[in-house]
Nanobody, 116 residues
């Protein structure tokens, strides 16, 4: 079983940067993709970015050019570097591991708040 723990959230001014980390433990070898999702108050959870074990990266249009995902397989850790943050990026950010068909393992989330 895989456990995920996010860290790195906080309060930042618009235009600032944050780096989120997701430390994975357990049997992570079978997880093809690790992803980041976010959920703002009153909104549904949405996809942000994902990365495969081989380094293939996918981004939502809303964060392309501003966010960068990376993965350290030796440390079982996934990172999300967030630059040029906007107030609309405010949300709880969740790390997730993809099973065979879907993202089925989730972290507890970390709050990101961007002030204008």
């Amino acid at each position: 079983q895989v456990q995920l723990v996010e860290s790195g959230g906080g309060l930042v001014q618009a235009g600032g940067s944050l780096r989120l980390s997701c430390a994975a433990s357990g049997r992570t070898g079978s997880r093809s993709f690790m992803g980041w999702f976010r959920q703002a108050p009153g909104k549904e959870r949405e996809f942000v970015s994902a990365i495969s074990r081989s380094g293939i990266k996918v981004y939502a249009d809303s964060v392309k050019g501003r966010f960068s995902i990376s993965r350290d397989n030796a440390k079982n850790t996934v990172y999300l570097q967030m630059n040029s943050l906007k107030p609309e990026d405010t949300a709880v950010y969740y790390c997730a591991a993809k099973g065979i068909y879907e993202y089925d393992t989730w972290g507890q989330g970390t709050q990101v708040t961007v002030s204008s």
